[in-house]
């Protein structure tokens, strides 16, 4: 078995259920991988991890990320995109906004760093938030909750469970996907070292993952789940519940391309036409070497399809 | 004017009031500090429930303790992560920070050529430096040692140096003149002279030490099992639990005063015999 | 210890070396107070106007020489302007007045201990207690001083407690001598010397100086021998 | 033995020795911290050649440099920012320190009482309770001033508290015989007593106020105009604009050296009339 | 100033306050370099083996009385143990072996001078210099010290150097004396005091000893004059 790492973006949650559930019904183990699972949290930096050889995958947010990195010159390249929509939406209180374009109105929104840096910037110059607009989210609700006129970050599959259990109220949701941010989300990025000496790996790592999320979400989640608590004993079962409930909602994982193409899968079409968006919107320079940026040698086998059909008894 | 012996009956009223005062200070002592704290606590709950504060942002007082008690087995393995890392990183700071001190003030030369890089370790922000921090160290727990250590290191390194250079000029002379070897003055004189400042360079570094390695534990992300108390404020923070969150706050806070006291009672020990600043004094 | 003092007294407390007269001082000075007996204060003059030399100069080290002896005036609410004339004057009685400036770390002990005794001296307090204030000084600086101390008393009135290891200075100086003896510190006689004031140079080389001394000295000698 | 008048011309060798030790002290003073710097960078940039570390991890200091040069302005611009939080809050520290230190020595029921609370505020994890900050103060600059004025205010409360109570016992009593008033005894004779102790506080809180700012910067996130080098350090860790953020790191470590030279100096010139610690010795 | 010394000499510094005596001592000891002119060393003797007497009691407050006086021996590396006998003996010496255990802040002035004059003398140096070692101490133990000096001397062979400001006990201690005039600091007058040790206490009522007192006094008297 060849040892490798993953580092994910957050602790241990339903939203790394595919990855988790590979590892836990030995889906890599299969294919030859020995997968350890890095947790991040809000102030890591697994990606330095990767930089430096310390991971061989890491979980990116969306493809910003990763074009900074062919902007800088930095070998890194997407392999498969697990979440085919970005699951970040911002909340507000009941009946405040009626439309994504009015959430610029609210005097504070709560958004993390990374946001701040990424989809933020695209609803500067796409709608004309502001950057005074913007508090910090240090993943506490709290302060949100307190403010009526407040509006604030979060995965469609966590934040509004939280809220709606200790706030009591059940938070509009606004979709930054159904906006125009149309990127892939939960992005699996290597060394193009990788690639080139282990492709093997990388196959495998691509594919496994992509079962492992078909298994999640259409057969018994059970052993990944356990796996989830035991690396993160404050995670409830009813959140888990519900994340996967939400997921399959609003097709997080599993919509458009992947239905056809097999969850994981990316598109030129789809990139360029989130790349052109970000230009025009002067989030991103212009002139990118796209073909840096990701390889779809990987994650358009459609590996998990007879997973799920099977799974779906289809 | 007369001083006169003792008359056995006759006790003055200054006399009187002397004693009270005494015995007044003795029980003001305790029962201050505490009937502060119960005011605080009661401040606390009045202002949550005059400005109807809801639990989620700040919980009242009861809840927090009831939430303390219930959740005591998790936070208490959480404190114990995080003491120890406490404890270590303190440990290193004062080795460090003295050894520093010491190398510095045995030439100007090294002083002057590496004091710097002492500040700049100070001012550098461990979020920013942890991740290269944790690619090149593979422990987890050097890791966070390193970072705990950088924030709590400085204050014993600065006021270290500041007391080894304090020491009685005419009893450096004396060392001199009696032909002291470089380590004995160290040892005989300028490391008891520095005591003092020590001593008070430590109660600053304990509490950083304890800051120190709950941002070390934020940065390092010990996630999962065997993870501190940083890591069960950011957990509860996420999921609302703002009343353990609190009691994990709470646990901190209650951790720092412990270190200080105990360092006080530490240097007061120490000091006692003969340094103004822990003197006896009457009146 | 029984000890009364009379307004105007000029009394020397003599006694081998740790045997309390620093302590005394302290007592009288309302620093320490007793763990038994008392100490009555009459003619209203309490501990207010009060000046004292310590057996240590005890000068502040950041304070200049002349902000050192402005010291007692200025927690008078004093401005230097309005008193300067008083400091330089007491500074000038122990042979300082070039020093105004200079800092306690650069001066000689003798010099540090003369401000010491500017300082107590700079308010005209009524009430002098001095703790082996020229013990540091040559025979003709403290010759000087003697004469300057008693001048001061004859024209203020003031009362003055005197600690010395000098026998001569203290029969020359005082009409009382309390000889102590040590370990319990307690008073082991009494001497009056009635040459009345003022006393110049020529007494020091009088029958009835010398007749003083000598009892005083036996006295000493009585109290060590005790102490032994 | 014999002292002898000076001749003139019989300068012997031991005095000669002297002379030239002096004069190498004077020239190494400063050429030797320059070659520590010299070497420093060399050993930077060797350690990224021979190790091939790549430049999105630890770049060269060429390239460090050539950034900072390139994006001075926008450097600058943020560290000005920085830098104003940075000496408001120091400012307040001072203030907020000393004062609570004056208030704690004129009473040991205020000091037994209130004490815990200033640890407390120490060992508090300024990431947990900023938000409950920037709930109930609105102002964006008051906000981080009072992030920073937290991490950087304690060295100053405990050193100066340290100070103020070391005055010599013989001088108190003086004081005392001479019926000073409280706040003259505070005034004139526990301040500067307790002068080198606060300075050495301040040195400590010099860099805590930098490292606070930038604390307070990362968590109130001023994003977009007049956002400082906590900013800038993120905005180019997630752009993996490494060169720059390892140049903001530096205007950081240069600004803290800047800093505590600066104090030092003010230092040096508050005690050098008097204090052991700073006055200059033959030998 | 020009100063041989002898092996065996007894010198003593006589001159007002601040004419520069600790200075001179300082210089002798090492501790200051001269701005000008040269210390010459013969004998080999060098600054090693040295015991001093500050004008201030200079202890280390953290440490007891026997620790202090342990100090020398403790620099040569002498564990406590083998040079108890030593300790004891100089504290004996000064007449403070009830306060082993005593640290400094308890003692009184004189006391605390005792201690460092123990500290002096506990490793038996071939050179002592002492800056007004007893101006602290009552007449009787002055004089008891005087006598313990003088034989120590007689035993060692030491040579010393001694500040004081009593003629008197410049006269009854040393061969010679140099009175120093202040302001540059110069010495103006040698005396020698040609009496053979040892002396006993009937030398300080002998007509030879009042000559030179007087002699002394002169002299003392005319550096102030030149001074002033
Ligand atoms: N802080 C203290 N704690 C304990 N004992 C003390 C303290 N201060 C003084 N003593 C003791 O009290 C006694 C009297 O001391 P005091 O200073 O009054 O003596 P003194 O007569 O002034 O002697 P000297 O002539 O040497 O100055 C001494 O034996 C000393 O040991
Ligand atoms: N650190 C210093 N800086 C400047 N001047 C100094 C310093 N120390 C001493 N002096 C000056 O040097 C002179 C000689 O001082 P020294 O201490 O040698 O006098 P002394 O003869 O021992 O006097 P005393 O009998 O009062 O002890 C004094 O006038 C003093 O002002
Ligand atoms: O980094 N801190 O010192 O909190
Ligand atoms: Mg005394
Ligand atoms: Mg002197």
Redesign the interface.
Known sequence: LEAVSFGTNW??QAEHGGYYQAVADGTYEACGLDVTIV???????NR??L??G?VDFHMAGNLL?PF??V????PIKVVAAHFQKEPQVILTHPGKVGSFEELKTLPKLFIG??G???YYQWMITEFGF???Q???Y??????F???PESGQQGYVTSEPF??E???GFKPDIFVIADAGFNTYATLVETMQDTIDEKPEVVKCFVEGSAIGWANYLYGDPTLANALIQ?????M?SE?IAYSIEMMKEFGIVDSGDSLEMGIGAMTDATITSFYDKMVDSGVIDAGLDLSQVYTLDFANTGAALPVKKTLLGE | MSVTPETGLVVDREEQARARRLRNERIGRWVLPILVVVLTVYAWDRICVINEIPHYILPRPGLVLETLIKDFPILLSALLVTLQTTLLALAVAVLGGVGLAVLFTQSKFIEMSFYPYAVILQVTPIVSIAPLIFIYVDSKIAGLLICAWIVAFFPILSNTTLGLNSADHNLRDLFKIYGATRWQRLRFLQLPSALPYFLGGLRIAGGLALIGSVVAEYVAGTGGIGSGLAFTILEAGYRLNIPRMFAALLLIAGTGVVIFMALSFLSHMMLRKWHESALKREG | MSLQVRQGDFISLLGPSGCGKSTALRLIAGLIHPTAGRIDWSGGQGAGDLGVVFQEPTLMPWATVAQNVWLPLRLRGKSYGAVKDDVMEALRLVGLEKFLTAYPRELSGGMKMRVSIARALVTRPRLILMDEPFAALDEITRHKLNNDLLQLRAKTGCTVIFVTHSVFESVFLSNRIVVMAARPGRVIRELEVNQPYPRGEEYRTSADYAAHCREASDALHAAMGEAA
Request: glycine residues 8%; charged residues 20%; hydrophobic residues 30%.
């Open positions: 602790v241990p947790p991040g949290g809000p102030q890591v930096n330095a991890l930089m430096a310390k990320l900074s990195a902007e800088q010159g930095i760093d990374n701040y840096q990424s502001t950057a005074e913007r508090v910090p240090t993943f506490n609700p709290a302060p909750i307190a403010d939280a809220i259990r200790e706030g035991e690396q993160n004993p404050e409830s959140q």
